[in-house]
């Protein structure tokens, strides 16, 4: 794991101090490296090499046993003695330098247990079993996790199915993922001396994989400074001068944050409200994403106020404060605090304005939000331990357990489907560039999260996995939909699934899914089903299905050609004849409104219908219009349904029990397995019209059942 390791001394691509968080100084691997090649200390003594670990540790446990971490050190400092990285430190320097990351972090004893033995079972005699019967299951599964395959045994392959390896792992324990992660770093931090186009190899498996993992477990320490280290591997050149921006920063004469923050110290300390006020400067990344979004930069666009307070009420407090007594940028404003991240990030983002033109954005979180901020699941501590195994002092530590977040979820579905390697890899590469997360509801109440620009492809294969080859369509918000459609956060999707068990997708589906379960689902049907002489794909990505006889009838005069039936409605003038609008075909109790139209007939329409706002767009007067005491109606209402036989007859049937005729229908071809019916219906009484819905719902088959509108025969 660590063979890409070289000399920290040697030349290479550092983060300069000026962005160095406190409390993550780096090794000094010269000192550990004496203490290591003493060997260890004395049975029941805290061996020096491991002090700096345990006093990090402790800052965050300070009753913590520690007998697992001297036990875990004696035996990887005697199971790598003689092994030398390629920088010439003793290699246990960096199972130590690992180690030292996560206990920063916060991780507990079992992570860092297993972080000290990590590199054991892949480059020493130690067994897994040896691991499991001095330290126990949990400790040997973290290890086991960690542990790479060998190349001997999958050639090319070794690489992403040791990728493969770790995220099933992680399915199960998301500290393997923690473990790997502050690995690679170190690894990163030390990649000087090799080959450039060795450390450009690794740094792009950083950027692809690795970064878009520490982002989406909220592992921010570590996702900035594996940014900032890529960054100078691959983009040397914008590297040097945004290194060069942020010097001659530190150099300016004055520094507008600090001002800044000083008034925000004051405003708050008059208020009452306990808050910490800090300058957090931007790292390398940022201030080159900031610089390419706004060009020239202030000084105060290299940095970022961070405020922490006790208790999520104070969040609020803190803004209206600033929004009081500074000018608020209202673009800049970003509850995650309501609305959490997918990665469990809460904080309020805004940004503020002093008189003098100094603009801020500010961060105000809690402690325990910048702790899990920072650090992620490793901030969960052990979030598989029993709640009497890790006490918890207040409300603010419960977390939920972050085992199968939905993105992994997803994942570990989707690897499952693709075994070949190459594929694999690819899918994985491009899944986690999709940085950002919806979640959208199902009519029984679930969720599905989902990417961002998902559509309702993807929302039918993570509901109903390979069943989903048979949907036909969708509901999104109550309003039927293509399977095309892009869901947006907060919507509610209802999946309308076909009868035929043998039908599938077709190519198209492939331009709509985002998902990489849809995508190698589709491609699998799609490989086992060619079907070259298939007629053109229909707008939702199916293949036209065969006519069914059975569902046809003789196509009459259009309904939006019939004349509307006399209105049993009054209008406020006198000796028009009024009609009800065939586009809507209201009927009692609808709230209507009324226009005049040529030849002095006045028509009477649905609020809701498209033509009442093209008629007052071109100034047509409202005229007033109220229902009559004749109670019999027209309306015209279409069913969508399923195809199946004998259909017709049935919906035929299910109204004619209802007591109402039927003046015309029209049966249009089916399309996607779906059949669309019109119907115009005497009602002898308005009153009548929702049980004949329902009843006509009620048929086998039929999904849904509207009110006809008629967009072209809308207007007058």
């Known amino acids: 794991m660590s063979a890409e390791a070289t000399n920290p001394a040697t030349p290479g691509p550092v983060t300069p101090g000026v962005q160095r968080r406190r409390g993550r100084a780096r090794l000094d691997l010269r000192r550990l490296g004496r203490a290591a090649l003493l060997g260890p200390a004395a049975r029941d003594r805290l061996p020096d090499a491991i002090g700096h670990v345990a006093e990090a540790h402790r800052a965050h446990y300070p009753d913590a046993d520690l007998e697992p971490l ?3 050190y004696v035996l990887a400092e005697s199971s790598h003695r003689g092994q030398m990285r390629k920088s010439g430190e003793p290699y246990i320097t960096h199972p130590l ?30 067994t897994l079993d040896q691991v499991r019967s001095e330290f126990g299951d949990d400790v040997c599964y973290l290890v086991d996790g960690v542990t790479k395959l060998e190349k001997v045994d999958y050639g090319a392959a070794a690489e992403p199915e040791t990728f493969r390896k770790m995220l099933v792992a992680t399915g199960n324990d998301v500290r393997v993922m923690s473990i790997k992660l502050a690995d690679r770093l170190h690894n990163m931090r030390t990649l000087g001396v090799m080959r450039p186009e060795k450390q450009a190899r690794i740094a792009k498996v950083t950027r692809d994989v690795l970064i878009p993992l520490a982002e989406r477990l909220g592992v921010q320490a570590l996702k900035t400074e594996l940014e900032d280290l890529v960054f ?81 009420a104070d969040c609020y407090g803190v803004l209206g404060e600033l929004h009081t007594c500074f000018t608020p940028v209202v673009s800049e404003f970003k509850d995650f605090i309501a609305v959490p991240k997918f990665n469990l990030y809460q904080s ?47 409300a603010e530590d419960e977390r939920v357990d972050p085992t199968r977040p939905g993105w992994l979820s997803r994942l570990l579905d989707w690897q499952q489907a693709a075994p070949d390697p190459d594929t694999f890899w690819s899918t994985l590469r491009e899944d986690l560039a999709q940085d950002r997360e919806i979640a959208v509801f199902r ?52 999946l309308l699934m076909g009868q035929d068990v043998a039908s599938g997708p077709s190519r198209d589906w492939l331009d709509h899914a985002r998902t990489p379960g849809a995508r190698i689902a589709i491609r699998r049907w799609l490989t086992t089903h060619p079907d070259p002489d298939a007629p053109a794909a229909a707008s939702d990505g199916r293949r036209e299905p065969l006519p069914q006889a059975s569902l046809t009838a003789p196509r009459p005069e259009s309904v939006d050609h019939l004349r509307p039936a006399p209105a049993n409605a009054v209008v406020d003038r006198e000796g028009a004849t009024v009609r009800l609008a065939g586009c809507c075909t209201p009927v009692p109790p609808d709230d209507v409104t009324a ?10 329409h649905r609020i809701g219908c498209p033509a009442v706002e093209r008629m007052k767009e071109v100034g047509r007067p409202e005229i007033g219009v109220r229902w009559g005491d004749t109670a019999e109606c027209r309306v015209t209402l279409i069913a969508e349904s399923f195809g199946r036989a004998h259909l017709l007859a049935d919906l035929t049937e299910a109204i004619a029990l209802e007591g109402v005729a039927i003046i015309s229908a029209t049966v249009e071809p089916p399309t996607q397995q779906r059949v669309r019916h019109t119907y115009t219906l005497q009602l002898p009484d308005a009153a009548h019209l929702p049980g004949l819905m329902r009843a006509m719902r009620a048929v086998p088959g039929v999904y849904d059942v509207s009110r006809a509108q008629h967009p072209a025969a809308a207007a007058p």
Request: charged share 25%; hydrophobic share 45%; proline share 4%.
């Open 443 to 494: 009519p029984d109440g679930g969720t599905l999260g989902l990417p961002a620009g998902a559509s309702c492809v993807d929302a039918a294969y993570a509901q109903y996995g390979e069943d989903a080859h048979a949907c036909i369509g969708a509901r999104v918000n109550g309003r039927l939909a293509t399977l095309s459609t892009v869901l947006r956060d907060g919507d509610t999707v209802q």
């Open 70 to 72: 001297r036990r875990a």
């Open 595 to 604: 226009f005049a139209v040529r030849g002095g007939v006045v028509t009477v």
């Open 97 to 126: 330098a690992v180690t030292l990351i996560l206990a920063q972090l916060g991780a507990e004893i079992t992570t860092l247990t297993a972080s000290l033995l990590h590199d054991t079972v892949e480059d020493t005699d130690v």
């Open 348 to 394: 309020l983002h805004t940004a503020v304005a002093r008189p003098d033109g100094e603009v801020a954005e500010v961060l105000i979180r809690t402690h325990q939000m910048h702790q899990v901020a920072e650090a992620g699941v490793v901030a969960l501590r052990n979030p598989y331990a029993p709640p009497s195994e890790e006490p918890s002092d207040s």
């Open 232 to 312: 100078a591997i691959l983009h040397p050149e914008e590297y040097d001068q945004v290194k060069a921006m942020i010097a001659a920063n530190v150099e300016g004469e004055g520094d507008p944050l600090a001002g800044i923050a000083g008034d925000v110290r004051g405003v708050l300390r008059e208020a009452g409200i306990t808050a910490e006020v800090l300058i957090r400067p931007r790292h390398f990344v940022s201030v080159h994403r900031v610089h390419r979004k706004r060009g020239e930069l202030r000084a105060a666009d290299f940095g970022r106020l961070l405020v922490l307070v006790n208790e999520d």
